[in-house]
């Protein structure tokens, strides 16, 4: 069983919302993780989306989506969630949750230690 999971993609127009969540499956203490998302398009490498690390809240933001996406967590349900809104078509890929066990913010994907399967974003025009 993956460590993570995430829910929440689907089909959606451009300048649609969407709002991913991703929790562990189990055996993993939510709270002491760094959560990231990462998203990948057909033929492209994975790349770092947003990440919020385990304690203050503090986040991380790719150019390409500042101000139209919002990472969040909430440890008491242990879940992290992806608000995005204003999507483009140039925002579908595979959006995946990632877990690390470091206290700042990373962007590289190999600095993570766990991973979902991913959930399928698509935004037509």
């Known amino acids: 069983q993956v460590p993570l999971v995430e829910s929440g993609g689907g089909l959606v127009q451009a300048g649609g919302s969407l709002r991913l969540s991703c929790a562990p499956f189990?055996?993993?203490?939510?709270?002491?993780?760094?959560m990231g998302w990462f998203r990948q398009a057909p033929g492209k490498e994975r790349e770092f989306v947003a990440a919020i690390v385990r304690s203050d809240g503090a986040t991380a933001y790719a150019d390409s989506v500042k101000g139209r996406f919002t990472i969040s967590r909430d440890n008491a349900k242990n879940t992290v969630y992806l608000q995005m809104i204003s999507l483009k078509p140039e925002d579908t890929a595979v959006y995946y949750c990632?877990?690390?066990?470091?206290?700042?913010?990373?962007?590289?994907?190999?600095?993570?230690?766990?991973w979902g399967q991913g959930t399928q974003v698509t935004v037509s025009s």
């Open positions: 990632a877990a690390a066990l470091r206290v700042e913010i990373i962007v590289i994907p190999a600095q993570y230690n766990y």
């Open positions: 189990g055996g993993l203490t939510f709270s002491k993780y760094l």
